[in-house]
């Protein structure tokens, strides 16, 4: 079975800067789709940013963007200019066309003012 | 717009009760699912659906029960074989087999009294 691993439970950032979150994924599966998934204190998931594993390239959602390795199973968000909105749990997920999607257990961010 | 509504939003349960989780939705998604958010193990799939009248168990689908009798409805029960279920529960969908995202609802709160 797919698991995904989010190896800080929870990390800081000064307000204005850069924080990177870290996931890795397990799977013998070629085609399959990562996610980023924020959810505040409102508790409601947001869709974040979404990579398919076939492109190459590294999705960017503005101020959101990812670091996709393929080979090593791993898939980070980094987030610039940081804002207090950013504060939140993240969850980086992965899902197959022949899986349901599988969570990690998540990263709680704080942005420092 | 189009999007997910779960009810109640909190639900406060006897031990010994039954007690039914609604989600509906009016996005023409032919896929729903019944997710379990718990402290520190991120979501936690319980039953899915991919379309009317069919719906498979998850990884923790002992102690729920499910239907699907109409694309836009899928109701959770908690039953009292679940041993401890207090948690938050996030109810979603997608297009079926299309590897796009969720969308969640809101999510109900379940509280054993």
């Known amino acids: 079975a797919q698991t995904v691993t989010q190896s800080q439970p929870e990390m800081s950032v000064q307000e204005a800067e850069t924080v990177t979150l870290s996931c890795t994924y397990d799977?013998?599966?070629?085609?399959?789709?990562l996610f980023w998934y924020k959810q505040p204190p409102s508790r409601q998931m947001i869709l974040v940013i979404r990579?398919?594993?076939?492109?190459?390239q590294n999705a960017t959602e503005n101020r959101f963007s990812v670091n996709f390795q393929k080979a090593a199973k791993s898939f980070s968000l980094k987030i610039s200019d940081s804002q207090l909105g950013d504060a939140a749990m993240y969850f980086c997920?992965?899902?197959?066309?022949?899986?349901?999607?599988?969570f990690g257990a998540g990263t709680r961010l704080t942005v420092k003012p | 717009d189009g999007g997910i509504t779960q009810s109640p939003k909190y639900l406060f349960r006897k031990e010994g009760q039954n007690v039914t989780l609604s989600c509906e939705q009016n996005l023409n998604h032919d896929a729903m699912y019944w997710y379990r958010q718990d402290p520190g193990q991120g979501l936690r799939l319980i039953y899915y659906s991919q379309i009317v009248n069919d719906f498979q168990k998850g990884d923790i689908a002992e102690g729920y029960s499910v239907s699907r009798e109409k694309k836009e409805s899928f109701p959770l029960t908690v039953t009292s074989a679940q041993k401890n279920p207090t948690a938050f529960y996030l109810c979603?969908?997608?297009?079926?087999?299309?590897?796009?995202?969720?969308?969640f609802g809101s999510g109900t709160r379940l509280t054993v009294v």
């Open positions: 979603a969908s997608s297009r079926g087999h299309e590897l796009y995202g969720y969308t």
């Open positions: 997920a992965y899902r197959s066309v022949f899986n349901d999607m599988r």
């Open positions: 799977t013998s599966e070629s085609d399959y789709y």
């Open positions: 990579q398919e594993a076939y492109k190459q």
